[in-house]
């Protein structure tokens, strides 16, 4: 069974910088793509950064050049750096993993929730001025 657990949540002020982890378990092999999400309260839950199989990689246009994901196979981890933080980077965020079928290119992933299996329970990220 896939399990996944953020951590590196807290609390930061503007400008200032936070990482965050993910640990993953359970994987038969490292054939997953990968992708942190956030939701702030009163919105939808938005795909921040996603990671492939082969390191490519996809950011959200409000996160681009600031965040940083990326993966330590070997360590099963996914991390996300995240740098320049800004008042509207609040909210729960939380790391999710799809297995790659068949089919899915090994550059494929994807920054829509409806893509993902596995998440985790979510660690918290709080920037304030």
């Known amino acids: 069974q896939v399990q996944l657990m953020e951590s590196g949540g807290g609390s930061e002020q503007v400008g200032r910088s936070l990482r965050l982890s993910c640990v993953a378990s359970g994987f038969t092999d490292g054939d997953y793509y990968m992708a942190w999400f956030r939701q702030a309260p009163g919105k939808e839950r938005e795909g921040v950064a996603c990671i492939a199989r082969d390191d490519t990689t996809k950011y959200a246009d409000p996160v681009k050049g600031r965040f940083t994901i990326f993966q330590d196979s070997a360590e099963r981890t996914l991390y996300l750096q995240m740098d320049s933080l800004k008042l509207e980077d609040t909210g729960m965020y939380y790391c999710?993993?799809?297995?790659?079928?068949?089919?899915?290119?090994?550059?494929?992933?994807?920054?829509?929730?409806?893509?993902?299996?596995?998440w985790g329970q979510g660690t918290q990220v709080t920037v304030s001025a």
């Open positions: 999710a993993a799809q297995r790659r079928s068949l089919y899915t290119s090994a550059w494929h992933c994807s920054r829509s929730s409806s893509d993902y299996t596995f």
